[in-house]
């Protein structure tokens, strides 16, 4: 318990400091200035566009689950999924939720198996995709940053994209350990795991349908933030938000801060900093944001209140555990 809460009280230092460390850095009076202009219909649109990647989410989740041969109706996965966008923002990772959202999967009907698998496979999609994402947009961006930066952007981008493509791999042959290990429940989770990843990810059908629908989300996540800079009148294209987003998202899974607040930022300066956006313009932008994606989580909130669920205490680092150790 003690570990748990010096964890969490690090993450908060982690963000507190590093949006401290950046306020002190920028023109207070012209972040300010952007913050007040922003043009009101461009809020609205780009909840909407964060609205609609919820739906994207939740058929991403589902292709998930057909490839697992295990289905949520749409309206269940719909109100689950929004459960647990509503404590990503509230628990101290950004990735809190998917334990919610893998208990109460279980608890809607999925075998435990299905429901862990589900959503860390799914959470696999989302990352394989970013790093698609990432890789398309490098001779656009290459363009734009110039041989100097291009010189270890490219081999980080190709680093990372083999490193995934590896974990993918090494998913997918965890089951081929000796048969004297599988006593253990450790293991016997592992395999199933392991048979899981390569029905989504190595079954052409189901690894297109699921990466196809991660790719859509990111194109829209990436729109919702060239909406705001256009609201906040900065200097940037759809293209460039489409280079530079992505990697902030990655860094931003990163499990250091509170639901990547402060790692955000700093990335958001520091990305969109490459094509001459000024760093209180990137920072705003960013912080703009994370309100607007909290502000449509917040509904989730309410689901959660309204349901049955509220009612009983949701084992969050129960679930965590559970997800390597599989089914009996």
């Excluded at 295990?70 to 996965?77: I, N, V």
């Excluded at 599988?182 to 190595?202: E, K, P, Q, S």
């Excluded at 729109?223 to 800079?229: D, G």
Aim: aromatic content about 8%.
């Amino acid at each position: 318990m003690l570990k748990r809460w010096l964890s969490v009280a690090l993450k908060f230092a982690v963000s507190g400091l590093l949006i401290w460390f950046l306020l002190g850095t920028i023109d207070l009076v012209a972040a300010q200035a952007r913050l007040v202009e922003v043009a009101p219909a461009m809020l609205g649109l780009s909840l909407a566009v964060l609205v609609v990647q919820i739906l994207i989410s939740v058929v991403r989740w589902g292709a998930v689950l057909d490839a697992l041969e295990a289905s949520l109706p749409f309206m269940t996965a719909l109100r689950l999924f929004m459960i647990g966008a509503f404590f990503n923002q509230t628990l101290p990772s950004s990735v809190g939720g998917d334990g919610v959202r893998m208990y109460m999967a279980h608890r809607a009907g999925l075998k435990l198996g299905a429901a862990i698998n589900g959503v860390m496979l799914e959470r696999a999609a989302v990352v394989a995709a970013l790093v698609l994402v990432v890789l398309a947009a490098q001779p656009y961006l290459v363009s734009r940053v110039g041989d100097e930066v291009a010189a270890w952007l490219v081999p980080a981008a190709l680093l990372f994209a083999a490193a995934i493509a590896a974990a993918i791999v090494f998913l997918s042959f965890l089951d081929r350990l000796p048969a004297s290990l599988h006593r253990w429940r450790l293991v016997r989770g592992l395999a199933i795991l392991a048979g899981d990843t390569r029905r989504v990810f190595l079954r052409p059908g189901h690894a297109f349908r699921v990466l196809g629908w991660s790719v859509l989300g990111h194109v829209n996540v990436t729109l919702c933030v060239y909406v705001l800079a256009l609201g906040l009148k900065l200097d940037v294209t759809l293209m460039e938000c489409l280079a530079l987003f992505p990697p902030v998202l990655l860094v931003t899974t990163l499990p250091i801060s509170i639901a990547g607040w402060g790692v955000r930022e700093g990335a958001m300066v520091a990305a969109f900093g490459l094509v001459g956006v000024p760093s209180e313009g990137a920072l705003v932008l960013s912080l703009l944001f994370g309100l607007v994606a909290m502000a449509v989580s917040l509904p989730g909130g309410l689901v959660w209140l309204r349901s049955g669920e509220r009612r009983s205490n949701i084992p969050v680092p129960a679930v965590a555990e559970a997800a390597v150790e599989g089914e009996e």
